[in-house]
Structure formats: structure tokens, C-alpha cells
């Protein structure tokens, strides 16, 4: 088990899972189904994968500011990535993760850590994310 | 690289419940927010625009539920964005009735909250916008963009729910894009294509280039022609803020940050330099088009908001003749009452297009479920169509597009693109 604490945590708590390192940065908005966590990006080189249960690997957020409304819901409906890795900064996944924390009791720890450690998550099989200590 | 959050004494005292309860989660919200940017205080804005009022999903609704519940009402005057329903033409929708009525439900709550009912995605367009300098909270990718590089009014990325937590505290993080470190430009575009740049299609394409290639850096055009008008900014910024996260251009000697290229870089250096000829343009705008034949099921105009310029130039083009495909051109409900005054709407009409208000058609059931190809001027249309909407597309011009619809199968004109 490889374990990623957040050198900026965006959104506390804990998540584990396989991981899932995106080639390229992902929409959640028009790119995420929250009814069944499929990547539907026709663009995207994986679309198709599922992020439900995964740690996501990416190294920013893209596109529309609807993503938190997507992650979200995903969260309400328990397709969400079991947590999210960042290298930079992405405050509109933040936001999603901070309300459905508020509404649903629910997290998806989202962090932001340097080049070094992003480079090994994506090279890890598993991950076990740590967003309520700053490393 | 822990940050210490100054709050003013109101702030604490939001936050320590001594308002209403909408107020206690919104500054919740918008504290968190504060911790994701790195922020050190916050700052009072002068106006919000929302985007949660379009229904993504039951956690939308629960969060506006909530604040309604308690007693939220928006302390800034507040614009909404689109919505998924077309109020004004409601036969226009497709889609799920349960679907429908949660998204009606959606926006009652964010008009309850105090909320203008605007209805647009493209604020921009409505007499009163910030001015520049002023800070304000603006969410919707295309909005946000515009406001930095055009009016020069200061946004950061604002999504959904810190909308409305902004509206309702007044305050937002002193982060990001309000202050003058964050809105340096840092990768520059030497755009050397003076015969496209006379074609409006080539900002969107332009657009998505850019933000396919800068992510979420500042980029810096240089080349636009002085004078490059609002409508060309705004597909521009859309397009990149589609295909990256681009939340602010400069283009030098055109937007109000960049009389020169020294004062867009802000003294730095840039972090690369791109050149960009005609056939990067060309690359784009095959980049933006999926459907390969000359099939054409309908037109989808109108992304962002069409404004009052474009719906005369979509009249005129038609030019008395009528659409054989299904043609919808999107509108803020303001820019159509002004239309509406000087006969183009009838004309429009007449040519057998679909004005659809307060929605876009890509974000709710407008188009027939059958429809595989479709054709748009739109480069942030041609982008999430596909996803959203699983559909094949054609990027053209509104002309092209024009002579499609009257064809009734993708037309191109080969001369427009040779610049």
C-alpha cells in the first residue's frame, strides 16, 4: 500500500482504492456520468473507465464551473472517486467535495501535492489518501 | 504551506451562527473555499452570478433546499445563469417530466433566495456588468472569462454552490484571480493569420487551441486586431475555457489589461511562446468537428448567448429563405425582448429558426432525441455536444451554418478558411 498525504488539502478526510491516473485532465461536467461514474468524454483518451471507487490521479481540473455540482451528485449517488489527486490547485472540485460533505456526510478527500509525489501515485496500483494530515 | 485565515469580525460572527442558518453554511462554504485558494481574508464583492440554478442532479436541489430552509437571501444584486428549462417556450423540452419539475423547483429556490431571473449564461450582455477593477463573484466558465479579460472586472473560478454562498455573505477569498499576481500572463500566442482573423470562426477555433495548450495558464494573444468586438471575445474565451481551464486572456492593444505585451506579462517572462499560422486555425476547426458526411439533422446556434448583433446577422443571412432542418438559436430572455423591438426575432421565425431563452440547448432535451449530426458556430457547443448530448458535430461559421440549414446538409465554403 502506497500512502499520499496532501501538501495542500482542498478537502479532508481518508480514501483508498486502486488508482486511476488520467493521460489527460478530466471535465467532470459533460465528461463524468454521476449515475454510474463513467468517463463519457468522447474525447478523452479513457473514456469509458470508471472513476467510482478509484483514486483519481490528474494533475488539474478542466472545463465547465458545473464540475461541482457533478462530483456532487456522483457523491450522492456513490459513483465518486474514492479520492482525488492534484498537482495544482482546483477550488471548483473543492467546493463539490466541501457541500457534499455538508449534505450527505460523505467525503472525497481531494489534494494537492508536488511533482515528486504525483509522480508516484501514478505509478502506485493502490493508494490510500490521506487528507486529514498535511505532509 | 499552511495559510492563516484573517476573517473580519462579521465573518466570525456568520460563521458562529449569529445570522440565519443559510448564512452559517454559505460562510462555511465559502471559508473552505478560502482554504482551497490559499487565501488570507476575504474581500466584499459587488455582484454574483449563479450557475447552480441548473439542475445537475438531486445534490443541487438539496443544497438550495437547505439555504432556502434557511432563511438565504443574497446580500449583492445576482444574476442567475441558464436554466434547464426554456420558461418562455416550454413546449421546447423533451426531456424526463420528473426531471423537468426538479429543475423548475431548482430555479424557484434561487429566485426565492433574491436572485434576478435572467437566465443566461452570458451576464455580460445585460445593461448593468461590473466595471473594471471591481471584484464580484461570477460562476459558468464562459462568464468568468469574459469578465476578467474583457470588462476586467476581477472573478475567480466560481462554480456551483460558492455562487450562491458568495451572494449570500457578500465576501469572497482574496485569492486567485482578484489579485493582480494571478492575472499576469504566462504563455503567449503570436497569432500570424491576418486573413482568418476577419473571419468570426476563427476565434472559436483560436480559442480552442489556446486552451488546449495553456491549461490553466494566463495566456496573452498577440496579433487580434485593435477594435475586435465583443462577440469575437466572447466565443474565444469560451472555446478556451472549454478546452482548458482558462479563466482569463489577455489580448494586447484589445482587452483593458493589456495595452502593451511588457504590461500583460507583468513583468515576468513568459513560461513559452507559441507561434499560430493559418493551418493551426484549420487544425482546430477539424479538432472541433466529428460527423464526416454531409448529413445534417439539425442546427444548434446560440453558445454563449447569442447577443442582439448576431441574432440581425443570423437574419440577414437567411435572408428570406427558410430552414429545412430543425434551428435553434439561444438567447438571455433581455437580448430577446430587445429583438423582439426591431422585427428580427419575426424574421427569424419566418426563416423557421427556434429562439430558445432562460436554457442551452446542450444542457436540457431541446433537440429531437433522433438527431445524429449536428452543426453549430459554437466551439464550446462542438466541445461537450458529444459528451452531452451523443451526438456527431460540424464546426463551421454562422454562415455555413446558415447555408446548411437552408440545404438541409452541411454546406462548407472553401474560400473562407484559405487566409
Known amino acids: 500500500m502506497v500512502g499520499v498525504s496532501g501538501a495542500v488539502v482542498l478537502v479532508g478526510g481518508i480514501g483508498e482504492g486502486p488508482v486511476l491516473a488520467l493521460d489527460e485532465p ?8 454521476p449515475a454510474t461514474g463513467e468517463i463519457v468524454d468522447r474525447r ?19 472545463g465547465s464551473s458545473s464540475a461541482a455540482s457533478v462530483l456532487a451528485e456522483a457523491v450522492r449517488r456513490g459513483t465518486a472517486p474514492a479520492a482525488i489527486v492534484l498537482v495544482e490547485r482546483d477550488e471548483i472540485l473543492a467546493v463539490g467535495g466541501l ?3 455538508e449534505l450527505y456526510g460523505a467525503s472525497c478527500p481531494i489534494v494537492v501535492v508536488d511533482e515528486a509525489a504525483y509522480a508516484a501515485a501514478r505509478r502506485a496500483g493502490r493508494l490510500r489518501v490521506d487528507g486529514s494530515r498535511v505532509g | ?34 482554504g482551497a485558494m490559499g487565501a488570507d481574508r476575504l474581500l466584499d464583492i459587488t455582484g454574483a452570478h449563479v450557475d447552480g440554478c441548473l ?17 438565504g437571501r443574497v446580500r449583492v444584486p445576482t444574476t442567475l445563469n441558464v436554466s434547464s428549462l426554456d420558461l ?3 413546449h421546447l423540452y423533451r426531456g424526463d417530466p420528473e426531471v423537468g419539475a426538479a429543475g423548475r423547483r431548482l430555479m424557484e429556490c434561487y429566485e426565492a433566495m433574491g436572485c434576478e431571473p435572467t437566465w443566461t449564461c452570458a451576464p455580460y450582455q445585460l445593461a448593468a456588468r461590473p466595471a473594471r477593477g471591481e471584484h464580484v463573484a461570477w460562476a459558468e466558465s464562459n462568464a468568468i472569462v469574459f469578465a476578467n479579460s474583457v470588462l476586467g472586472a476581477r472573478t475567480h473560478r466560481y462554480g456551483d454552490f460558492a455562487d450562491i454562498a458568495a451572494a449570500i455573505t457578500g465576501r469572497a477569498p482574496a485569492g486567485g484571480l482578484h489579485l493582480d499576481a494571478a492575472r499576469a500572463g504566462r504563455m503567449v500566442f503570436d497569432v500570424d493569420a491576418p486573413g482568418l482573423l476577419d473571419v468570426d470562426a476563427a476565434y472559436p477555433a483560436l480559442g480552442h487551441l489556446v486552451g488546449s495548450r495553456c491549461g490553466s495558464l494566463v ?32 489580448a494586447v492593444g484589445v482587452t483593458p489589461e493589456a495595452p502593451t505585451l511588457e504590461a500583460a506579462l507583468g513583468g515576468r ?8 499560422r493559418p493551418a493551426d486555425l484549420r487544425r482546430a476547426r477539424d479538432q472541433l468537428t466529428t460527423a464526416a458526411g454531409p448529413g445534417l439533422d439539425a442546427v444548434s446556434l446560440g453558445t454563449p448567448h447569442y447577443s442582439v448583433r448576431e441574432l440581425r446577422r443570423l437574419a440577414e443571412l437567411f435572408d428570406g429563405r427558410r430552414a429545412a432542418v430543425p434551428c435553434f438559436a439561444a438567447t438571455g430572455r433581455g437580448v430577446l425582448a430587445s429583438a423582439a423591438d426591431g422585427g428580427v426575432a419575426a424574421a427569424l421565425q419566418e426563416a423557421g429558426v427556434d429562439l430558445v431563452v432562460d436554457t442551452c440547448t446542450y444542457v436540457t432535451p431541446v433537440i429531437a432525441a433522433d438527431a445524429r449530426t449536428v452543426m453549430t458556430d459554437s466551439g464550446k457547443w462542438a466541445y461537450y455536444a458529444p459528451g452531452n448530448l451523443g451526438v456527431d458535430v460540424v464546426f463551421g461559421s454562422m454562415a455555413e451554418c446558415v447555408e446548411s440549414a437552408v440545404a438541409g446538409e452541411v454546406r462548407r465554403d472553401p474560400g473562407l478558411w484559405s487566409g
Open chain 2, 269 to 276: 517572462p513568459p513560461a513559452a511562446t507559441h507561434r499560430v
Open chain 1, 26 to 33: 478530466l471535465s467532470m461536467w459533460g465528461g463524468l456520468d
Open chain 1, 99 to 101: 457541500v457534499a460533505a
Open chain 2, 88 to 90: 418562455l417556450h416550454p
Open chain 2, 219 to 250: 495566456p496573452i494573444l498577440v496579433g487580434l486586431p485593435a477594435g475586435t468586438g465583443e462577440d469575437r471575445l466572447k466565443a474565444l474565451g469560451a472555446a478556451a475555457a472549454s478546452s482548458g481551464a482558462v479563466a482569463m486572456f489577455h
Open chain 2, 1 to 34: 504551506m499552511l495559510v492563516r485565515l484573517e476573517l473580519s469580525e462579521r465573518d466570525r460572527d456568520l460563521l458562529d451562527g449569529a445570522g440565519t442558518a443559510a448564512e452559517q453554511l454559505a460562510m462555511r462554504i465559502v471559508v473552505g473555499l478560502a
Open chain 2, 55 to 71: 439542475y445537475h442532479g438531486q445534490a443541487g436541489l438539496d443544497y438550495a433546499e437547505r439555504l432556502v430552509a434557511g432563511g
Open chain 1, 44 to 62: 478523452h483518451p479513457q473514456c469509458g473507465e470508471v472513476v467510482a471507487g478509484r483514486v483519481l490521479v490528474m494533475p488539474h481540473g478542466r
